[in-house]
């Protein structure tokens, strides 16, 4: 260690370090730094005596005031529950036209149905109620098992092809081409009739020969039309909304060897007050009927 001595360019003591010819001044922090750094120390003290700070092996120090974020959080989730519990009660005992028609049910049914819709619903009908392939879209006015409030409610509680519920909507559409009830060739010719039906380009030979197959095999359940039956839950042809594509391949596989989607009943994992905020939700998107 060297001397201590004073640096002649700026007049100040050094300390009596020196690395390497370079030798260090001896300049204090000021003083309201350390007065800032004191009064942090004795704040962070006082925090670790009053909140719960230090880590235990299973928990934690409580601190003298015997504050929990976890408490607090519950108490104000216990006060919104008690807050809206006047609306829950309501909408539990009130029919889904009381609901609809009543301006405050309605509101904070449409409100509770979004943030159940999000948690539950959105995963595979999308954020925005829009559908993808397979699973319908919410918004428009075109459903498979009609969309009044009643119908939505039983398509809710009950789900589609839901084995685990015994009032669940169910239909199925045979495998014309898997079973062998049709040949290649006749399945073949009802797309190109369906592909017809929708105001598709198609070949209007094999649409004419489709259109005696589809009448057998088909109408029954999408109608002579195409238009569909709710009732069945089956779905219209005539129009421009396809489950699992409109092209021809897609309608052959469809027919051949059909996709049968499943919706959960939800009556078995939500309350009947949710699942009602839910159908007043849905039917609220634009296209209830």
């Not at 104000?76 to 036209?97: F, G, K, N, P």
């Not at 009543?102 to 959105?122: E, I, K, Y």
């Not at 259109?211 to 057998?216: R, V």
Request: charged share 20%.
């Amino acid at each position: 260690m060297a001397d201590i001595e004073r640096d002649e360019h700026s007049g100040t003591d050094t300390t009596g370090h020196e690395w390497d010819g370079i030798k260090e001044l001896n300049t204090p922090l000021p003083k309201w730094w350390l007065w800032t750094f004191y009064a942090t120390c004795i704040w962070a003290l006082g925090y670790v005596i009053l909140y719960p700070a230090i880590p235990l092996i299973n928990s934690a120090t409580t601190g003298v005031l015997g504050y929990s974020s976890r408490a607090e959080v519950a108490q104000e989730l216990s006060e919104a529950a008690a807050e809206q519990s006047v609306y829950i009660d309501r909408i539990r005992t009130s029919s889904l036209e009381q609901i609809r028609s009543d301006q405050d049910l309605f509101t904070f049914a449409v409100a509770g149905g979004r943030s159940a819709f999000a948690v539950n619903c959105s995963q595979c009908h999308g954020s925005g109620a829009a559908g993808a392939a397979g699973y319908p879209n919410l918004n428009d006015d075109e459903w498979l098992w009609g969309g009044t409030l009643d119908d939505i409610h039983l398509t809710i509680a009950h789900g589609v092809r839901f084995d685990d519920d015994d009032e669940t909507r169910y239909s199925e559409m045979p495998a014309f081409g898997r079973d062998e009830m049709l040949e290649k060739t006749e399945i073949a010719d009802i797309a190109q009739h369906v592909l017809a039906l929708s105001n598709q380009e198609h070949d209007g030979e094999a649409a004419g020969r489709g259109a005696i197959g589809y009448s057998d095999n088909c109408a029954a359940c999408h109608g002579e039309n195409g238009a569909g039956d709710q009732f069945q839950g089956a779905p219209a042809l005539g129009d421009a909304i396809w489950f699992y594509g409109s092209d021809g391949a897609s309608i052959r596989t469809q027919i051949a060897n059909p996709k049968h989607g499943v919706m959960p009943a939800w009556a078995h994992r939500l309350d009947e007050a949710t699942v009602k905020q839910l159908t007043v939700f849905v039917h609220s998107l634009g296209g209830g009927e």
